[in-house]
């Protein structure tokens, strides 16, 4: 297409699975549920020039059945007195992404640039955002040192709380649909033992912190103690209570590859 310089890429998917949650105590009966999904993806890639190279791509996947997590519970009551019982998800799903590339190489200095972005959204209403930035650098004959940041942000599903004050007909309190944003960075270096062999060292650091934050249940005070004196004269640090989320963590990854190119 064009010269050959365009690309037209199109690919789908079908899954039909069944679901059978372990028994326990909250739903002591052993039943399985059907779950099907439904995919189909259409991209295309330009080669603008000697040096640059573009690519845009949608996708849309159907979901239906079991879509619930049957080891999650949610919260139901107040702060000081609730009980847990097992989360409600919708039985239907429906997903969108739009992604778009750019790749551009470095004559002068033997590199190349990739960003990607990517947006998401479903009928659950989260909505998603996400760059990543690579940069491959050759140095010398056999060596390419490989840094990434990749930057994440989504928003809550409809159906999420963190404590919920009486049940709904779909409710969940996984992490995963919650609103949130992570940050994560990384270096790969890689070296060409012989053209078809090629062996990688690689590290990434992540951190992220959810939005939908709660003040921690609160703890008994440690027994009261004779006072001494130590020049303290007891008083606390001032400092506000500090919220958490079940989203929030850091992430230290290290890895060791070797590839075999045929």
């Known amino acids: 297409m064009g010269d050959g310089r365009g690309t037209l890429h199109f690919g789908g998917a079908i899954s039909r ?11 002591p009966v052993r039943v399985s549920y059907p779950k099907s999904s439904n995919a189909v993806a259409l991209g295309f890639s330009w080669i603008a020039g000697e040096r640059d190279l573009f690519d845009i791509s949608a996708s849309l996947s159907d979901l239906g059945g079991y879509l619930t997590d049957p080891y999650k519970v949610v919260p139901i009551g107040t702060p000081a007195a609730n009980v847990t019982t097992p989360e409600i998800r919708p039985d239907s799903r429906s997903r969108y992404a739009v992604v778009f590339k750019y790749g551009h190489f470095f004559g002068d200095v033997d590199g190349a640039l ?3 972005y990517r947006y998401y959204w479903d009928d659950w209403s989260i909505g998603a955002n ?3 930035l690579l940069y ?3 140095v010398g004959t056999n060596w390419v040192v490989s840094p990434l940041l990749r930057l994440y942000t989504q928003s809550h599903a409809s159906f999420f709380n963190t404590l ?6 779909s409710m969940s309190s996984d992490y995963r649909l919650s609103s949130f ?3 994560l960075g990384g270096l790969t270096v890689s070296y060409n033992i012989r053209r078809d062999l090629v062996m990688s060292v690689g590290a990434t650091y992540q951190d ?6 709660v003040l921690p249940a609160p703890v008994a005070p440690p027994p009261l103690r004779a006072p001494r004196d130590d020049g303290d004269d007891g008083g606390g640090d001032g400092g506000a209570a500090t919220t958490v989320s079940a989203a929030d963590m850091t992430v230290f990854t290290a890895t060791v ?3 075999w190119r045929y």
């Open 17 to 27: 699975d069944v679901v059978t949650p372990v028994a326990t105590p909250a739903n």
């Open 114 to 116: 990739k960003i990607g």
């Open 130 to 132: 996400t760059l990543d």
């Open 136 to 138: 491959d650098q050759r």
């Open 164 to 169: 919920f004050a009486a049940p709904q007909a």
């Open 181 to 183: 944003g992570s940050i």
């Open 208 to 213: 992220q912190r959810g939005r939908d934050r």
């Open 257 to 259: 590859g070797l590839s």
